[in-house]
């Protein structure tokens, strides 16, 4: 079992920034993969970025590049997600997700954090 506990979520005006945390405690492994998804009202979850236990490998959607960065620090189980330039469609709950392998669906998912963007 893997826990996840995301944090950092809150109201902020378009242009602005947030980091969001995510501490992941419980049975985790070398080679797994930490991600980030996000819903808003009335849509389906979307992908939003993910990142392997390295590091090395990071991905992104296409709505989000540029702006977003994804980082981990595996000393602490945490992975961070960081949002500059936030614009009104990036509002939402925000949702940290876990898998074990680097490929796959994911096993685990936090309970999520809202992030709202003003005009």
């Known amino acids: 079992q893997v826990q996840l506990v995301e944090s950092g979520g809150g109201l902020v005006q378009a242009g602005g920034s947030l980091r969001l945390s995510c501490a992941a405690s419980?049975?985790?492994?070398?080679?797994?993969?930490m991600g980030w998804f996000r819903q808003a009202p009335g849509k389906e979850r979307e992908f939003v970025t993910a990142?392997?236990?390295?590091?090395?490998?990071?991905y992104y959607a296409d709505s989000v590049k540029g702006r977003f960065t994804i980082s981990r620090d595996n000393a602490k189980n945490t992975v961070y997600l960081q949002m500059n330039s936030l614009k009104p469609e990036d509002t939402a709950v925000y949702y940290c997700?876990?898998?074990?392998?680097?490929?796959?669906?994911?096993?685990?998912w936090g309970q999520g954090t809202q992030v709202t963007v003003s005009s």
């Open positions: 997700a876990y898998r074990y392998r680097d490929y796959g669906e994911y096993d685990y």
């Open positions: 419980g049975r985790t492994f070398s080679r797994d993969t």
């Open positions: 990142i392997s236990w390295s590091g090395r490998k990071a």
